[in-house]
């Protein structure tokens, strides 16, 4: 370890310099978790959202699914009823 930082080791610091570099310390830890917390809890709402449109999305594919085998469905209904009406005079 180097003279001068052995020297201001030795040095006694007053008790109030002490005291503002612990609360300045504790304040920024405090200022810095409240960020954090802030943080993660907008990323945990931007997850549920997401989570949601996902869920939505499937279920939006499984309707056009349906659909389309009712759309099937109605069309061959159609084409038997035209054929129904043709072979009647």
Do not use: C, Y
Not at 2 to 21: D, E, K, T, Y
Not at 44 to 73: F, H, P, T, W, Y
């Amino acid at each position: 370890m180097s003279p001068a930082v052995q020297s201001l080791l030795h040095q006694s610091l007053p008790l109030p310099v002490v005291a503002v570099i612990v609360l300045q310390t504790a304040g920024f830890v405090w200022i810095g978790s409240n960020q954090l917390t802030e943080i993660n809890m907008r990323i945990s709402v931007i997850e549920k959202v997401i989570e949601a449109q996902v869920g939505q999305k499937d279920r939006i594919i499984i309707l056009e699914q349906g659909m389309n085998v009712i759309k099937e469905d109605l069309q061959a209904i159609k084409a038997m009823l035209r054929e129904q009406s043709r072979a009647q005079p």
